[in-house]
């Protein structure tokens, strides 16, 4: 436990060393979306999570996502751009994050997965904290494991490698540096895996998620790089694809559980 609870306090330090240059610093922060739309949205998703999981999950739900968003405005800043925006609803949001161009792929991965990548401190410390006070706060033990839980499920599913989500965008750009056929054979292996847990669960959530991984392999116009970005190479590329199976597999260890819930519906 002692081992747990010293590598947890080295993560949480190191991520605010690595973030010591993203703060506001007379460069501001612009939020954006706080609208009767936004608000009508986020009320919407607490509803649908409250329903499913509880009120706790709900809101656990919507801190994990702020926590998410914040991370991608942070690899902005951590990147040097100023001001950028905090997106209440990102996907509706026509608005970048910053507008301000990204110069390279390594940019860009690094973009897309600081959203996950952002939130493993939280959801360890959460996680620690919630072992530390099971024996004497048990009700707040729970509330803490809940929200640790959120962030590891939400995380998980976004870093799944289906187009519309950041780790559909991270296994493009990384493929496309050394094997392009490798991202939509990662699309191909996970919308069957699920499509598999969901005929055998006979549940909806994973039907869904497999229907978005096949959503994914529609055929598109391709581009060899349409972002127009400096390739990062090969052995970037193998760096960026390692630092992305951790995060990925960091995520489903902790949102298992939450996970193997709507497996036994």
């Known amino acids: ?22 703060a506001p610093n007379g460069s501001p922060i612009i939020f954006t979306g706080f609208d009767g739309i936004g608000v009508l949205l986020g009320f919407t998703a607490f509803v649908t999570a409250a329903a499913a999981h509880g009120t706790s999950f709900g809101l656990w739900l919507l801190a994990a ?15 040097g751009h100023a001001p950028t925006r905090f997106r209440l609803v990102p996907l509706l949001s026509r608005l970048p994050i910053s507008d301000r161009p990204l110069k390279s792929e ?51 599913v976004n870093l799944l490698p289906f187009p519309l989500l950041d780790g559909g ?11 392009p056929a ?31 991984g096949l959503y994914g392999l529609l055929p598109r116009r391709k581009t060899e790089r349409p972002e127009g970005l400096a390739p990062m190479g090969p052995s970037g590329a193998l760096t960026a694809l390692a630092a992305y199976v951790f995060t990925l597999a960091a995520h489903f260890s902790a949102g298992w559980l939450l996970l193997e819930y709507y497996l036994q519906k």
Do not use: D, K
């Open 1 to 22: 436990m002692v081992l747990l609870v010293l590598s947890v306090l080295l993560l949480c330090v190191a991520m605010a060393f690595a973030l010591r240059g993203a």
């Open 65 to 79: 996502l702020v926590l998410h968003e914040a991370g991608h405005v942070l690899a902005y800043r951590m990147l």
């Open 106 to 156: 390594g940019e860009a991965f690094f973009v897309a997965l600081m959203g996950a990548g952002f939130s493993l401190a939280p959801m360890a410390l959460a996680f620690v904290l919630s072992s530390m006070l099971a024996a004497t706060e048990p009700a707040l033990a729970t509330q803490l494991q809940t929200f640790a839980v959120t962030i590891g499920a939400l995380n998980f």
């Open 169 to 179: 965008r991270c296994a493009r750009i990384a493929a496309r540096n050394f094997w």
């Open 182 to 212: 490798l991202a939509p054979a990662m699309t191909a292996f996970m919308a069957a895996a699920f499509l598999a847990a969901a005929w055998r669960t006979q549940s909806p959530v994973l039907l869904m998620l497999a229907g978005l």
